[in-house]
Structures are given as structure tokens and as C-alpha cells.
């Protein structure tokens, strides 16, 4: 039943990292050691009670110790390699890449794979402990750090400018150089993309939703990602976990450049989109609306009234017309006279009418 229990209670969630994976932790903190130093590490992993057994592994073969802690003092190059280990009800943990030196001097790191975000420690270290000073951290060959005393230096959120090959080198009877350490900084998240729902142009009251799009390249556990988005220098909504946000009713003010950031929880890895610009465009307004009323209006008066006088013409010539006849049946003599009046007024009133 207890195991039942506790089984289910690892039962891995979904999208994250495994929970039921062992982790190893090194005291003090460092992957690479002198040789006759000691160096003591520990597995945390999920066990059931009263079963404390844990099982260590060294270039993927058991070694003898069952307990949480090993503990390997004054190291041989024998020591070196490749070490997991596993609790009850545990995965095998991620490796450790244990290496064991003879120098004078060793650039110690605290990992060799870091996720963009993590602090990455570094020690300049003298063979037995000498005293160096004067010391300068490189980053593929060059100078990034110089510290007179302190021998230790940490990044406290690499970023993925941060990889590379890193050295030191530090003032003992003389200057001394160490050997180069390889680092590796993954990405957890590439910078997002800001998209808009809608094609362009715009309209004035249409409905827009912005996406902050990007995606996960590592699992993590309890990995949220938070949104922002701007309109130029102002927020329009702040640290939201939902990726989506809606402009419920575009306006022309709303004109400008969008851009967006992903953040994770603690803020240490922030990154932000390239700007999009949205343009809205109005509907006509007001003033062209009356503007295109007037307008038609006084075409139509126009038009009417040049209908009005052309009928008014018409009829005036539509009588005189009738009196000429009535001039020509009065004297024959006269006939041709009018018809070629008659004739010339005809075709005046087509120009008119015409126009
Ligand atoms: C390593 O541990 C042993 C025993 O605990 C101790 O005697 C020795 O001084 C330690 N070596 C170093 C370099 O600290
Ligand atoms: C483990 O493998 C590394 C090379 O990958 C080698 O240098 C080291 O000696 C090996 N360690 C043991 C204990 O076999
Ligand atoms: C990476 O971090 C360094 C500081 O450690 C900073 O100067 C640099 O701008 C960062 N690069 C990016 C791409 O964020
Ligand atoms: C915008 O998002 C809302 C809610 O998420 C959804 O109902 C709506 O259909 C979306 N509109 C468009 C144009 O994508
Ligand atoms: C986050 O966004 C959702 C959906 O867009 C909204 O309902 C909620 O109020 C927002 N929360 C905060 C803290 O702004």
C-alpha cells in the first residue's frame, strides 16, 4: 500500500522535467580538482522510508558505496569519469563529468552544461592551495575579469553569449596560465514572435488578438513563462500567463508598434519580440460625411433645375411654334420664311435639351 502510494505520489507531471530523476550535488562545487584534494558527493532522489540505499555508478558501472554520500578523498586520476547515481524509487540522475588534475594552476567550474539563466561559478585555483593574485578570467582567449584578491568570480544569469572556452591566469612566482574549460549554455526559450489575428488593413472596431508566440526547448519543473505586451512605451498588460491578449475594439489611436517579452518566474530570462506595427484605419468621418451630402445634393438641384428649364423652354417653343403655323396658313407668301425659322429654333432647342 505504501508503495502504491508513494508511487503514485512520482508519478511524473506532464510537460515537466522527470521528478522521479536523482540529482547529484559536489562539495565544494566543483567539477575539476587537483589531484590529493577531496571531494564529496551527494544524491537526492525520491526513496521509500527506512531505505536510505543508493546505488553510484562510475562510467556506467556500480560501484561498491549504497549511501547517499560518497566521499572521495585525496583523488587519483582513477577517480575521474562519469558518475550517476539512483535512489529507490529514482531514475538515474543526470551525469556528473568529474575530471581530476595535475597543474599549477585549474580554472574550476561549477557545471558544464548550464540552461540560459543559471549562475555559473569559476575559481582560479593554485596547485595545494598556493596563493595566486592578480588574476584575469578569459572567454575564448579573451580578458573579461580582472580581480587582484578574489579568486572566484560567478555570472549570475548566463546567457547563451556566455559559451565557450574560458582560462585563467593568476600571479604566483610568476604568472601562471591554466588549461581551458569548455561551457555550454542552452537555450530554454527562443525570443518570441509577436503575431496579430487579423490580415492587414485594419478596420476601426475589429477585433484583434496578439500572440506572444515562442516555445520550450528544455523542460523544467514548475517552468511558467509570463507575457507582456507594449504599444511603443506603454504597458498593455504586464506578467500574464496567458500568451494571447485581445484588443477588443481597434480604434485609430490604436495605431503604433506592438512588441511583446517572455519572461520566466524569477525574471532571468527575459526576452523580447520584434515590433509589429498595426495601423487601424478609421471609417469616414463626420465632416467628409456631410461633406459627400452637400455635394450630392447640389448636383441634384442642378440637375432639376436644368430639367425644369429645358421643359419650360420646350413648351415656350412648342407654342411659338403654333403661331408660326398659323402666320404661314394665314399668307403662303410668307411659308418659307417660317419653316426656315421654325427649322433654326428646332435646332436651338436640341442644343439646349442637349447639355
Ligand atoms: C582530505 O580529507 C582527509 C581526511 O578527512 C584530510 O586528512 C585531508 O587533509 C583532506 N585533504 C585536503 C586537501 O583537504
Ligand atoms: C572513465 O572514463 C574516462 C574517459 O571517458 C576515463 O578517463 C576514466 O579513467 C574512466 N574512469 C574509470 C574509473 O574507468
Ligand atoms: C548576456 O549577459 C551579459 C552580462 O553578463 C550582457 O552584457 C549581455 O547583454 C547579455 N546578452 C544578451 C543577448 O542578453
Ligand atoms: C480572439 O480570442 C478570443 C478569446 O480567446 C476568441 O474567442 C476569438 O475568436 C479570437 N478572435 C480572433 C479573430 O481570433
Ligand atoms: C491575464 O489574462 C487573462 C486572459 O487574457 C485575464 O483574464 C486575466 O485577468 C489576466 N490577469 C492579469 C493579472 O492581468
Known amino acids: 500500500m505504501w508503495l502504491l502510494t508513494a508511487l503514485l505520489l512520482w508519478v511524473p507531471v506532464g510537460g515537466q522535467v522527470d521528478p522521479t530523476k536523482a540529482v547529484i550535488t559536489l562539495q565544494p562545487p566543483w567539477v575539476s580538482v587537483f589531484q590529493e584534494e577531496n571531494v564529496t558527493l551527494w544524491c537526492e532522489g525520491p526513496r521509500l522510508p527506512e531505505d536510505s540505499s543508493t546505488r553510484w555508478f562510475l562510467n556506467g558501472t556500480t ?13 587519483t586520476v582513477s577517480d575521474s569519469g562519469e558518475y550517476r547515481c539512483q535512489t529507490g524509487l529514482s531514475v538515474p540522475s543526470d551525469p556528473i563529468q568529474l575530471e581530476i588534475h595535475r597543474d599549477w594552476l585549474l580554472l ?28 584575469v578570467f578569459y572567454q575564448n582567449g579573451k580578458a573579461f575579469k580582472f580581480s ?19 582560462h585563467c591566469s ?66 498593455l498588460m504586464s506578467r500574464n500567463t496567458s500568451s494571447e491578449y485581445q484588443r477588443l475594439t481597434a480604434k485609430r489611436e490604436d495605431s503604433g508598434l506592438y ?35 452637400l455635394f450630392y445634393l447640389a448636383v ?25 403655323l398659323e402666320i404661314s396658313l394665314g399668307s403662303g407668301h410668307e411659308k418659307k420664311v417660317t419653316s426656315y425659322l421654325q427649322k433654326e429654333i428646332q435646332s436651338e432647342e436640341e442644343l439646349k435639351c442637349q447639355q
Open 108 to 135: 574550476q567550474i561549477s557545471n558544464r552544461v548550464f540552461i540560459e539563466g543559471d549562475p555559473l561559478a569559476l575559481r582560479c585555483h593554485g596547485w595545494k592551495n598556493k596563493l595566486v593574485y592578480n588574476i
Open 170 to 235: 593568476g600571479m604566483g612566482w610568476h604568472r601562471y596560465t591554466s588549461a581551458g574549460v569548455s561551457i555550454t549554455i542552452k537555450e530554454l526559450f527562443p525570443a518570441p514572435v509577436l503575431r496579430a489575428s487579423l490580415s492587414f488593413p485594419l478596420l476601426e472596431g475589429n477585433l484583434v488578438n496578439l500572440s506572444c508566440e515562442t516555445k520550450l526547448l528544455l523542460q523544467r519543473p514548475d517552468l511558467q513563462l509570463y507575457f507582456s505586451f507594449y504599444v511603443g512605451s506603454k504597458t
Open 259 to 293: 512588441w511583446c517579452e517572455a519572461t520566466t518566474e524569477d525574471g532571468n530570462v527575459i526576452k523580447r519580440s520584434s515590433e509589429l506595427e498595426l495601423q487601424v484605419l478609421g471609417l469616414q468621418s463626420p465632416t467628409s460625411v456631410w461633406f459627400h451630402v
Open 148 to 166: 587582484p584578491q578574489d579568486s572566484e568570480f560567478t555570472i549570475l544569469t548566463t546567457n547563451l553569449s556566455h559559451n565557450g572556452i574560458y
Open 63 to 75: 560501484i561498491q558505496t549504497l549511501t547517499p554520500r560518497y566521499r572521495i578523498t585525496a583523488a
Open 300 to 324: 441634384g438641384v442642378i440637375f432639376l433645375v436644368d430639367t425644369i428649364f429645358c421643359t419650360i423652354i420646350h413648351k415656350e417653343l412648342q407654342r411659338q411654334k403654333k403661331w408660326n
